[in-house]
């Protein structure tokens, strides 16, 4: 018999259009032997909504027009009324897992999993502490320092106290870092929010950018490094696969670079040292293991190119899942191809 998997899409962040390919992706490429695929759309809006629709629609921003009229979805279970897809002549369809294919904040960040856990609902992925660790690049390295996990120098301020009194920030930083600097919103992704700042008046600017985002600014130590990025899977056991690197077209991995550029290239297998490849896979599984991972994760280093030292820069727990990002083309080079990974992912689902 077969299993009822709902994949949800789309999502309030940045990101949306970015979880519409993933989720296209993902609903052409299941096993429709195994799944019955029953596709939830979140609007911009933080509206759900089931549809009936093909992947093609998903992908075009078409989805919304095949809601399927009447239905409910349920989340909030009672004994009259089980979690589930409520139709319109009241019968419910039991969901057995979801495999929630949002990026970014109310889809990454352990909220959307809070929903899951409180309706009993098997998902995909990390649980909410391990999101919303990830997903906050504060906390994140708090977690990373505490681990002993190398990691570039960084410093966080909150906009109260940016607002507060800006030079002071500004010279707080600069006692810390050296220019160039990233500014970065603590809770975001694709790149959005972030700039690279040369002096102070960047700084300031990049600062203000990044708190359009959030109310919470990272901001790191900049370096000129390789950009390696390794792919986990597992709960108990965790493997790690072989390391992919980016190279991007612009001076940095901004959001154009990677999505409307075109023009970024991945290399798979990166061509590393063995011994370097191994400290990198290791410290992916123990990273992802320090903030409680479960399921899947990219895991993302730099390697800086005067000194060869391996930094973490960040744990992604819902990366990109189009057949040509990276983390589904790590599993492939490593033995895995994508019908296959995604049979995996839904496996250690149902038993975590
Ligand atoms: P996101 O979660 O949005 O992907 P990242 O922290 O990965 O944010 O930063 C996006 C990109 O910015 C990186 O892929 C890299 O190209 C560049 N970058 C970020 N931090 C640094 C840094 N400290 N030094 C050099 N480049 C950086
Ligand atoms: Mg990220
Ligand atoms: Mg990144």
Not at 37 to 49: C, F, L, R, S
Not at 100 to 106: A, C, L, M, S, T
Not at 196 to 209: C, F
Not at 216 to 224: A, D
Request: with cysteine; charged share 25%.
């Amino acid at each position: 018999n077969k299993m009822n998997v709902a994949v949800l899409f789309g999502g309030k962040s940045g990101e949306h259009e970015v979880s519409l390919e993933s989720a296209a992706s993902i609903c052409r490429a299941m096993d429709k032997d195994k799944y019955n695929i029953y596709m939830i759309g979140i609007t911009k809006n933080g509206e759900w909504a089931y549809c009936k629709c093909t992947p093609d629609d998903m992908e075009s921003g078409k989805w919304l027009q095949f809601e399927v009229e009447g239905s409910n979805i349920n989340l909030i279970p009672s004994q009259s009324r089980p979690a589930g897809i409520e139709l319109e002549s009241g019968e419910i369809i039991k969901i057995d897992a979801c495999f929630p294919v949002i990026h970014g904040p109310f889809g990454e960040d352990g909220t959307l999993q809070g929903i899951f856990e409180m309706a009993s609902i098997p998902y995909v992925g990390c649980k909410v502490l391990s999101s919303s660790l990830a997903m906050d690049k504060a906390m994140f390295k708090k977690v990373m320092d505490f681990e002993g996990i190398p990691q570039v120098d960084y410093v966080s301020v909150r906009a109260y106290e940016f607002e507060k009194k800006e030079e002071d920030v500004i010279k707080m930083v600069e006692d810390m870092l050296d220019y160039p600097v990233f500014t970065k919103p603590a809770n975001m992704g694709s790149s959005v929010g972030i700039s690279k700042a040369s002096d102070a008046y960047e700084l300031a600017s990049g600062i203000r950018e990044a708190l359009k985002h959030d109310s919470k600014v990272v901001i790191e130590q900049g370096i000129n490094a390789r950009e390696i990025e390794v792919a986990v899977l597992g709960s108990e056991t965790v493997r790690a696969s072989v390391p992919g690197e980016v190279l991007s077209c612009k001076d940095f991995y901004d959001y154009e670079a990677k999505y409307l550029a075109n023009s970024s290239k991945t290399l798979i297998p990166a061509q590393l040292d063995e011994d370097v490849k191994c400290e990198i896979q290791d410290m992916a599984i123990k990273a992802f293991k320090a903030i409680d991972g479960e399921g899947i994760s990219r895991i993302d280093f730099f390697i800086e190119k005067d000194t060869n030292r391996v930094y973490i820069n960040e744990i992604n727990t819902m990366p990109g899942f189009t057949k040509i990002s990276m983390y589904p083309k790590l599993w492939d080079a490593s033995g895995m191809p994508y019908t296959k990974l995604i049979d995996e992912l839904i496996r250690l689902a149902i038993k975590k």
